[in-house]
């Protein structure tokens, strides 16, 4: 599962993943969407990061998940969401052989991707640049795997990720506790 803050790569990594890996199947969180206000409404007005729309969603996601894998298919899922919320859909849905990679990149990286080459500068703001902190810290503290795509061409960040799916000649190299996957 590869989550992260817009403009990370973790999208532009599964579409990658996705043509190097037809044995995998990639879905991506947001082909559901972006919600209406009304429709946020319904979901009350939860102060936590991330919101209640958010957590039902990748609840949502991970019983879908779960099917593909009882099917014995693979996945690579990628979205922004919290790892609490991924957490807890693997426990809902008994999944034990997940593993979680926040794909992220620093601010000026995220800035220029953001205004330049997704031409989208309104989401390069000092909220996502905190959405992006927190899902950093929140993987630094659950000791999930940071792959760190500002210090890496994207074919290496690519092939680190398959490296994870198998059939490579070489594993990614870790370093200690939350693991940040950059030389």
Not at 58 to 87: C, H, P, S
Not at 154 to 178: C, K, M, Q, W
Request: aromatic letters at 8%; glycine letters at 10%.
């Amino acid at each position: 599962m590869l989550t992260g803050a817009s403009g990370g790569g973790k999208t532009t990594i599964a579409l990658a993943v996705k043509t190097m890996r037809p044995d995998f199947t990639v879905l991506h969180f947001d082909a559901i969407g972006v919600p209406s206000a009304e429709v946020m409404a319904t979901f009350g007005t939860g102060r936590q990061p991330g919101g209640e729309w958010q957590r039902a969603m990748t609840l949502q996601w991970l019983e879908r998940i779960t099917r593909y894998l009882k099917a014995g298919d693979n996945v690579l899922f990628e979205g922004q969401m919290r790892i609490a919320f991924i957490l807890e859909g693997l426990a809902r849905y008994e999944v034990s052989n997940a593993r979680m990679i926040v794909v992220d990149c620093d601010d000026q990286t995220r800035t220029r991707r953001l205004t330049k080459d997704r031409r989208q500068p309104e989401l390069a703001n000092d909220g996502m640049m905190g959405w992006s902190k927190y899902l950093r810290q929140e993987a630094i503290e659950a000791g999930c795997d940071i792959l760190d795509t500002g210090a890496l061409p994207l074919a290496e960040s690519v092939r680190r990720i398959v490296g994870y799916l198998g059939g490579t000649d070489r594993e990614p190299t870790f370093g200690s506790n939350s693991r940040k996957i950059a030389d």
